[in-house]
């Protein structure tokens, strides 16, 4: 896609003069919907390659890109849900606020699914917690990798979710970089978004959401259309398409495991999660790693959360070694600060 924008906008097939939003006329690729540039609402061109490659590469019936991050999709999915007789959805307490809003925004149900907090963090639910789930809701909503990087039970849930015969959707916010295993969240649900740009090298806001089956194919497109915006950002979509093809990199995954056996990190499941227990000194830590240029991901008052990407350096990874080398590691003080995207926990 960026590629063949380039040419239009270099004026190599022919020139280009912006008498078009936006209003800064031409700044890189920022265009908008044009003749040659496609419509996301009706894509027939470029961004209908893009959507296609995405969809086969995220092994999807159809995908769609989107450029108002995965909370978009999460509406978008739920919308469709509602639009096939879903009233109430289960989902884990400590799901993503925009899981809490769509329930508000659509008037479906919420049913919360406990989760044990232990050692401070809100743990993935058990299988007699979603069965009991499934039993009274009319659909299924998990969050896999979750923020601290553990994984849904997602083939549990599957099962469950065939027994019942009860729809499940996927936030995977976090974990687009999973498309390339078997713990990606396409190879389990009906519907799932992929924050694209949280995991993999997409500008900020770049998303996919996705269905795999034909029969979701037209509620989860009315929802698309329901809750994208109709000024989609070229840079933004360009970015998912160039970031979902972006190869593995594997070395960063080894390096990243290996970096959390050397520095006693907790053994979550996603090596591009890794978190550190600072206990009392959480926040002296990160003040003391900010000050060394470091940025965290989050903390939470007892843990530290470095977040990785295919992107990060293996220099990096051993910047952040010495510095952690460093740096005092207390004991958890109470059940610390859930991060602050939940409302629910
Ligand atoms: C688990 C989870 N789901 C959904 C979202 C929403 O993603 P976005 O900010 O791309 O809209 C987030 C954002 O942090 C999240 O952590």
Same mark, same amino acid.
């Given at each position: ?42 894509? #027939? ?88 789930? =499934? ?29 019942? =015969? ?37 500008? #900020? ?8 089956? @034909?029969?979701? @194919? ?10 994208? #915006? ?27 495991? =290996? ?43 007892? !843990?530290?959360?470095? !977040? ?26 109470? =059940? ?10």
């Amino acid at each position: 896609m960026r590629l063949y924008i380039r040419e239009m906008l270099d004026g190599q097939r022919t020139p280009h003069i912006s008498f078009h939003t936006p209003g800064h006329k031409r700044s890189g690729e920022d265009i908008t919907e044009l003749g040659y540039s496609d419509s996301l609402l009706t894509p #027939t061109g470029v961004l209908l390659a893009a959507e296609r490659d995405v969809a086969e590469i995220l092994r999807a019936r159809r995908s769609f890109l989107l450029t108002d991050g995965s909370t978009c999709g999460i509406f978008s999915m739920l919308y469709a849900l509602k639009l096939r007789g879903v009233r109430s959805l289960a989902f884990p307490v400590s799901s993503h606020r925009s899981v809490y809003n769509a329930c508000r925004a659509l008037g479906l149900e919420p049913v919360l699914i406990p989760q044990e907090v232990r050692e401070g963090i809100p743990r993935q639910p058990t299988e007699e917690a979603l069965s009991a789930a =499934a039993e009274r809701a009319d659909a299924l909503l998990l969050t896999s990798p979750d923020y601290y990087g553990f994984l849904a039970p997602m083939s549990v849930a599957k099962e469950i979710c065939r027994i019942h =015969a009860k729809p499940l959707v996927i936030d995977g916010a976090h974990g687009s970089h999973l498309h390339f295993t078997d713990m990606y969240a396409g190879n389990f649900a009906d519907m799932w978004v992929d924050g694209v740009h949280k995991s993999l090298p997409a500008l #900020t806001q770049g998303a996919v959401v996705s269905c795999k089956a @034909e029969a979701w @194919e037209g509620p989860l497109t009315e929802g698309v259309k329901t809750f994208r #915006t109709t000024s989609p950002s070229y840079p933004i979509m360009a970015s998912v398409e160039e970031a979902v093809k972006f190869p593995r990199n594997e070395d960063i995954e080894r390096a990243a495991e =290996a970096f959390k056996r050397a520095f006693g990190a907790v053994r979550n499941d996603d090596w591009t999660k890794i978190l550190i227990l600072f206990g009392e000194h959480a926040d002296g830590a990160q003040r003391a790693l900010e000050e060394s240029g470091v940025y965290p991901e989050f903390n939470d008052g007892n !843990y530290l959360l470095f !977040y990785l990407s295919p992107c990060t350096k293996e220099s990096e990874l051993e910047l952040l070694g010495e510095i952690l080398k460093g740096l005092s590691r207390g004991t958890r003080i109470g =059940a610390g600060r859930i991060p602050i995207y939940s409302e629910g926990v």
